[in-house]
């Protein structure tokens, strides 16, 4: 693979299972390098596999969020193209053309259809309500208001500021031409909407309006009468918790709303599915015995009823993604639905079909439909890029842990001859809570193509693993589940898992190792660069080099910090995010760095690393740095397609020069 194949990737994402559970709506997004875009459309295929999926839109711009009216005659969906964004109807199995209910300068979220088929919800920004303090100019002129800060978070990265922005609740009529109405506009952002079995209430989570809602975060479940007297007042439906219930959805007979439950006392701390009364109560959890994580950060959403009595959800186990079931009532330990060596990154489930959006290490995502325990692959979107790009299987290692224990650990190889030494790349994910998936990853493809062996790994502080091997990386310090700190434990197990695999495969070459990370990943390749001797060059990427001025203000999250510390702050404990900041060692830096960042990242700004390198500038070391205007934190990923193809060659360059592998071929 070249950086340039970044062109040709095609994914597919967010199936939806017809009501009848006999077809299947998917979005199908393509990389156009030409335009420097992405376009979508979304897909129909026979849930059987009797006929080719195909699409159902143009896939010009870009359509997503397919969601089935209740009698499976109509696909709703939202097109975003040149700054506006809609909510369309069309009829599917019948000839007929989308219809726009909605226009706004907003995304929209969060489709819901009510039971009847005549309204959607769905959540979209809008500006907070309330009089401003200054008379805005009669005519336009450009004039901007200034804008208020008034709580903490007020931005988020990829949104900008979302403090004057708030995303709202609103319902729609689907057969008869009306604007929107909003229903519910609050301080706080709402999540998706789900609606009751009778269509008369939504159930919402979202923030309490209480003074110091901002210094706790903790999102409560909440219910809107859709019409009638009280229609768009929130009635929290729990009391004061410590726990945060999201993703909600109802059961079928309305009894109960099951959610997404996570502990706000102690962070990091696992998502858990439970169910809460309608009639209001306490959660009941059910996955306690489970400890895994059932929020995974890769296609989170409600966990799905399966009749009255069993809830359909997703866990991240030792990198792979299986889909698991539980009982309501307790009477069951969860137990898996869908598995294997592979990582099930999207799904839906109706009528006795279950469709499922899957990957492994040696190939991209596909949709299959499951019927009758009968695994069936409906779509090929990427056999041709395999083809020309196959995949290869990485070896799989269970290593033991300095600080106790096993990590797992995967050794990727390129086709090298025999008796040739091998450069190496370690590679460490963000975060630190989630996990390296059992999934085929574009960056080890480009990178195994150059000649490298990839080494990468979920340390301690990772999901996959129980709970207490997440939470080992709080600081000593901290009161209530202490740890190691970042750049502890886990950074012990990044070295480990590289002489493991040495140790594993002689034809590595120790003398050549490179390191490599974002985010979380480039605060552990700053660290280990200042730390160990066992890397000759280290591209440090969207790194989160000083958490002190992280927490002072600069990132998105600030304030967020002090939960994974143990509730230690910077103000009471500023010593302690000094001395977890790898900036504070880059006196301790020897080899060659190449730093990259994005302009407009907002979880870890471009200061993080004009910090670092200022300082290995003032320190006459061998440092690189690229910036790139108009992206995000989420640029590898998310990045324009011709971004992402310079960094890549970017990338591949610098440890051509470094560590002797085949630089980049462009175009």
Known sequence: MQPADIGRLVT??????????????VVVTRVDLEADRYRSAVWLAPADGSSAARPLTAGEATDGNPTWSPDGSRLAFTRSAEGRHQLLVMPVGEPGEPVSLVDRPEPLAGLAWSPDGASLAFVSREPRPGAAPFTAPAEPTGWKPPRRIDRLFPKLDGEGWIVDRPQALFVVATDTPAPPRLLVAHRYDLGAPAWSPDG???????????????LRMVEALHLVDVDGEHAGELRPLTGELTTSLTHPSFSPDGSRIAVLAEETTVAPSFGRVATVPTAGGDPTVLTDGLDRQAAPMIGLRAP??????????????????PLCRVRTDGSSVPGPVLGGTRAVVEYDEAAGTLAAVSTSPTERPELSAVRGGVETRL???????????????????????????????????????AGDRVPVLVSVHGGPMTQYPTAWFDEFALWTGAGYAVVWCNPHGSTGDTEAFLRSIRPAEAPEAPGTGWGGVDADDVVAALDAALAHDPALDPAHVGLLGGSYGGFMTTWLAAHSDRFAAACSER??????????????AAGFFRYEFGGLTHLDRPELYTRLSPVTYAADIDIPMLLLHSDD?????????DQLYLALRLLGRDVEYWRFPDEGHELSRAGSPRHRVARAEILLDFFARHLGGAPPVAG
């Open 12 to 25: 597919p994402s967010t199936p939806r299972v017809s009501p009848d559970g006999t077809r299947i709506a």
């Open 200 to 214: 008369r209430t939504l159930a919402v989570s979202t923030v309490r309006d209480l003074p110091d809602a901002d």
């Open 601 to 609: 990242d907002l979880r870890c700004p471009p200061e993080q690393a």
């Open 543 to 556: 790194a989160a080099n000083n958490l002190l001025s992280l927490e002072w203000g600069g990132s998105d």
């Open 304 to 321: 799905i009823w399966r009749g009255d009595d069993e809830l359909l959800f997703a866990v991240e186990d030792h990198g792979t993604q």
């Open 379 to 417: 779509t090929s979107l990427s056999a041709a890029f395999h083809r020309d790009v196959p995949g290869a299987v990485p070896e799989h290692l269970r290593v033991p842990s300095p600080g106790g224990g096993e990590i797992d650990v995967w050794l990727l190889r390129p086709r090298v001859g």
